[in-house]
């Protein structure tokens, strides 16, 4: 919201602009005025919004066009005053001052106008008659309010306006013509009403009408209060109030009521605390909180941000089978603004049979973007809503920044729980069937993907001595001229080579000598495609020999043509084991009890996630 705010006074001369200031600071009216009173400044304190409050009269005597156009652009809201008693200076509102105000200000920026018909004391009838239909035809009119400053009456009033028509607009709101909520405004209010309603199950229940109002307002709804709110909106509307909790309807015609009764900063505290700015668009200071991410570290998502996607992800699994259905997926996604994750996602985590996205498939892609793309992750929660449902103080709380690899390295111990493997191959040696083995996908049903929505990332979790980790696994285009330094930066490299094709290997070769030889990211040797007949590769020396010569473990033989069953996970699980322990040693990893300890742990472990997920979900 505005620091301050700045009220101009404008009219014709001897309409008692001085005169409106001057009874409103002394509280009497002055017989005596000069022609222009100077700027004054109202404490914060004792304005009703608690804003510092500036007012700056206009005298035509004293001032000349210049002094009038900077004022006007300086102003936050314009009073043009007019004198009910003199037509004259009516006619002068709109064959002078509008079109005056509206050359003088910036197209973009919206300066409101407030008509004040002042001298009330000297007639008996309104002035409303002639000033409605000027109302109507300009919209950046916010209100008109008849006043005099003589019997000091609406004095008060109109400043308070003029204060609340900056700091609460009804323009963006609120349409005088149609005498309904602007799109825009129904947009917002709907999606804040979606992010309220924990369970979606399409009504605020009492419970979640609480949490609103003590998210809003700091203060919880008396139960009466409560009652009463469902009371006004059963009464004007057949369907606002189901179940005895609001609807979305029964939302939206609350906060039209709000407005239609100048109650509109109710509908502005909602939407500010909600992050929306003035033009009802997301805040960029709501969706990207600062946060510094020294190099070397990497992003993660903290357990608090976890149990928040997991509600998220609950609320929207409506059949309860721990997969986001097309549907599903399309009405988690409908807080946000455009639909984030394509069909390509499907393709990056884990799926079930159909094809849709699994509870660990869904945290996957989350644990995805916000390691490699933080600030789009920020966004993505601030549409969710999580600092208000989280009770956060913002986004950038859901996110871990890990500590310096270099000191992990240091100490031999990381508390990362994401591990990014690149994978490195020549054409057709096998790295997209060796990252879609990883989402439990054999050759058959690698076949049924679209090649339109394939993806160079998969990711999902591996158990290392029963710790769940997520490993990151990247297919980088084999093409020398195209390898960035996000290529060659990564916790450990796989390099694979096509076991049955004699010319694959020296590629790996290649790459290994080039680029990691002498870095200190640990490598592996994968031989793809073990189901078909090895042979020999036209190189120096042979794979095996190689590896020796380099201390490399010896090549890991893969293959994901494995016939109904899913392809076998041991090597994802040696894989994220190698790179959360770079410095054990290669004697350490040939012996088969570190493997063995690793591998058994990912059986009971990831066996006993599934279990506890849906026990969780039972309890519900
Ligand atoms: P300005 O030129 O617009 O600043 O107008 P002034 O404040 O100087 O007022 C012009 C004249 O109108 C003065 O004689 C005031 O005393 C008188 N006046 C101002 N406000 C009122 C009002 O509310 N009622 C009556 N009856 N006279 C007013
Ligand atoms: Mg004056």
């Not at 000069?34 to 004293?62: C, F, G, Q």
């Not at 191959?425 to 060796?434: A, L, Q």
């Amino acid at each position: 919201m505005r620091k301050d705010v700045r009220i101009l006074l404008v009219g014709e001369p001897k309409v008692g602009k001085t005169s409106l200031i001057m009874s409103l600071v002394s509280e009497e009216f002055p017989e005596v005025v000069p022609y222009r009173a100077e700027e004054i400044t109202i404490p914060a304190d004792v304005t009703p919004e608690r804003v510092p409050t500036h007012i700056v009269d206009y005298s035509e005597a004293e001032q000349t066009d210049e002094q009038l156009f900077q004022e006007i652009s300086k102003a936050n809201v314009i009073c043009i005053v007019y004198s009910v008693n003199n037509k004259k200076s009516i006619e002068k509102v709109t064959s002078h001052w509008i079109p005056l105000i509206t050359d003088n200000t910036d197209k973009d920026s919206r300066v409101p106008l407030i008509l004040v018909g002042n001298k009330s004391d000297l007639v008996e009838h309104s002035s409303m008659e002639t000033i409605l239909p000027i109302m109507n035809q300009h919209s950046e009119i916010e209100t008109c309010v008849e006043c005099s400053a003589k019997n000091l009456k609406n004095i008060s009033e109109l400043f308070y306006y003029a204060q609340k028509a900056v700091l609460h607009p009804t323009g963006p709101l609120y349409s005088p013509e149609r005498k309904d909520m602007k799109p825009l405004c129904v947009k917002a209010l709907t999606r804040i009403f979606k992010v309220s309603d924990l369970d979606n199950d399409g009504i605020l229940n009492d419970h979640e009408l609480n949490f609103f109002q003590r998210t809003c307002f700091n203060t919880p709804l008396e139960p009466q209060a409560l009652e009463d709110v469902k009371n006004v909106v059963r009464k004007n509307l057949s369907d606002g109030v189901c179940d005895n909790g609001l609807s979305l309807k029964g939302f939206l015609f609350l906060h039209t009521l709000f407005i239609q009764r100048g109650r509109h900063e109710t509908t502005w505290t909602v939407l500010r605390r909600f992050g929306y700015d003035d033009d009802l668009e997301l805040n960029q200071d709501y969706l990207f909180p600062p946060l510094k991410i020294p190099s070397d570290c990497t992003t993660e998502l903290n357990h608090n941000a976890y149990l928040f996607l997991q509600s998220v992800f609950d609320k929207h699994d409506r059949d309860r089978d721990c997969a986001l259905s097309p549907e599903e997926l399309k009405d988690l996604f409908d807080v946000f603004p455009y639909m984030p994750w394509g069909p390509d996602v499907n393709n990056t985590v884990g799926t079930n049979d159909n094809g849709w996205i699994t509870y660990q498939g869904y945290l996957s892609q989350w644990t995805l973007t916000t390691y490699l793309d933080v600030q789009r992750c920020l966004e993505y929660l601030g549409y969710l809503g999580y600092s208000i449902i989280a009770e956060q103080e913002s986004q950038a709380s859901g996110i871990t920044v890990t500590r310096d690899k270099k000191i992990d390295l240091q100490k031999k111990q990381t508390q990362r729980s994401v591990f990014r493997c690149n994978v490195f191959g020549d054409i057709g040696s096998g790295k997209s069937g060796f990252l879609q083995a990883f989402l439990g996908r054999n050759l058959t049903r690698q076949k049924t993907i679209n090649e339109e929505h394939r993806s160079f990332y998969a990711i999902s979790t591996t158990y290392v001595y029963g710790q769940e980790k997520y490993l990151l696994l990247h297919e980088v285009f084999p093409d020398f001229d195209y390898l960035s330094d996000a290529d060659m930066s990564c916790d450990i490299v796989c390099l694979v080579y096509d076991a049955s094709n004699p010319y694959s290997f020296e590629y790996c070769a290649k790459v290994f000598k080039q680029y990691f030889m002498d870095s200190k990211t640990p490598c592996m040797m994968v031989a793809a495609k073990s189901d078909l007949p090895e042979v020999k590769q036209m190189y120096g020396c042979s794979p095996l020999e190689f590896c020796r010569r380099h201390k490399m473990p010896p090549p890991q033989t893969f293959t994901c043509n494995t016939a109904a069953a899913a392809p076998n996970q041991d090597i994802y699980t040696k894989l994220t084991t190698m790179a959360m322990y770079p410095h054990v040693s290669q004697a350490d990893l040939k012996s088969s009890t570190f493997w063995l300890r690793a591998s058994v742990g990912a059986t009971v472990f990831a066996v006993l996630g599934l279990t506890l997920y849906r026990v969780l979900l039972r309890q519900r």
